[in-house]
């Protein structure tokens, strides 16, 4: 229900935002402001997405918890798509989104109504062990199939050495 009122309400708002800015400056310095956030908002999310990529390669090396680097990744790659979308509107969330403060208070925001069950550094894996476990036996049946043709013969689906 909130990703089908966001469908309907953002362009709905961007619209009116359009409408509202384009009678009050015209319309060439209103496209001009929707390119330059574009090409400004680029800029920022390559020099943000450097530092998160940094701060990501960083928790790797540490063994440090790499969910916050992850999410403040995840959230300045969705102000991208927000900054080069066409409007007033996405272009606020966009460049507040590059903001680490507003990104660290959604990730608490975040933090607080997401449960996460299990966290795994490492290749070590620990299956529980289950009594019933014969190890690395797996049960099958087969049969051999032998081929219709004669070693060394073409399979039919190409012409053969002999046959140019």
């Known amino acids: 229900m909130y990703l089908f009122l966001a469908f309907l309400l953002v362009p709905i708002i961007e619209i ?7 009678g009050l400056i015209g319309l060439w310095p209103t496209l001009a402001i929707v390119v330059l956030t574009a090409v400004l908002g680029t ?3 390559r020099t943000q997405g450097r530092m998160a990529l ?3 390669q960083r928790a790797f090396s540490e ?3 790499p969910t916050e680097p992850l999410a403040h990744g995840a959230m300045i790659l ?3 798509a927000l900054l080069l979308t066409p409007g007033f509107f996405t272009d606020a969330v966009g460049f507040a989104l590059l903001v680490p403060g507003v990104r660290v208070a959604v990730f608490r925001y975040l933090r607080a109504r997401v449960s996460v069950t299990r966290f795994q550094m490492g290749a070590q894996f620990h299956a529980r062990h289950d009594p019933r476990d014969r190890g690395d036996i797996i049960d099958g049946e087969y049969t051999e199939v032998r081929p219709r043709r004669e070693p060394g013969q073409p399979s039919g689906w190409v012409e053969g050495p002999d046959r140019h």
């Open 78 to 80: 969705f102000s991208g």
């Open 54 to 56: 940094g701060q990501l």
């Open 63 to 65: 063994l440090d918890d």
């Open 16 to 22: 009116a935002l359009f409408i509202q800015v384009g």
């Open 43 to 45: 800029w920022l999310v």
